[in-house]
């Protein structure tokens, strides 16, 4: 393993939820947590972790539901640790598609077991931002660093939420073809939250305002009328 595998806690409880991570992380693992559906849903989508430890019990989204929706575009190994130890919650969640269940109280070597296995059964791993990782993209005065997760025009920081700097590096990452609408909205708040487009003009509008000398006429993001939007190649 040429890197640390990054693993998505989703729970509710914080006291869990920080055991859980905790114990990833002094195994070598690097941990991002979730703490609802909806949130666990968009960055599935837009983070592509090696795997997700998932509760069932959500405030805003069963997670069955969580399960079954990753599974109709992700193959990304799902353990669920949940509360409920009833066998038809474990068949229905295995149904659904989980990789495994692991019942609470669990101990420590167990979920760490449970984890490598899982990882190792991961074989082509399905992510459409799984694209070449370059650290830059530069574009006339525009600067993005992945890493630092940060934006320049010139010497200038340009301050982004974290949905635009999002949207901003996937359309970056994917510079010279045309995204659709479609695409972004999955991709950003997850296939389960597709509903207009409403709100990503209203991002995009935000981004314009940041980015652009002349919002009314881009230079960065280009707009494909009825389409999409899309950024010129890297220079
Ligand atoms: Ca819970």
């Known amino acids: ?55 069932l019990g959500l405030p805003d989204i069963d997670g069955q539901k969580i399960i079954a929706s990753v599974r109709e575009w992700s193959s990304v190994p799902i353990l669920v640790v949940s509360a409920r130890t009833h ?67 010139g010497s200038e920081d340009v301050h ?10 996937l359309l970056s990452r994917n510079a010279g073809r045309v995204m659709t609408y479609d695409t972004i909205m999955k991709q950003i708040w997850g296939p389960a939250v597709v509903q207009d487009h409403q709100v990503l003009r209203v991002n995009m509008a935000n981004i314009r305002r940041k980015l652009e000398q002349n919002p009314a006429e881009p230079v960065y993001i280009r707009t494909e009328i009825g389409v999409g939007y899309w950024m010129a190649e890297d220079e």
């Open 160 to 169: 982004l939420t974290q949905i635009e700097y999002r949207i901003v590096e």
């Open 87 to 153: 066998e038809r919650d474990k068949i229905t969640a295995f149904e659904l598609g989980a990789d495994d269940y692991i019942t609470k109280p669990f101990s420590t070597g167990e979920l760490i077991a449970r984890i490598k296995t899982a990882l190792r059964h991961v074989k082509a791993k399905e992510c459409a931002l799984e694209i070449a990782q370059k650290p830059r993209y530069r574009l006339k005065l525009l600067t993005i660093d992945y890493e630092k997760r940060r934006v320049w025009i």
């Open 1 to 55: 393993m040429d890197y640390a595998s990054r693993i998505l806690v989703v729970e509710d409880e914080h006291g869990i939820s920080d055991f859980i991570g905790t114990i990833l992380k002094a195994n070598g693992y690097d941990v991002e947590k979730a703490v609802n559906g909806k949130e666990a849903l968009m960055m599935i989508a837009s983070h592509c972790p090696d795997a997700v430890v998932l509760d």
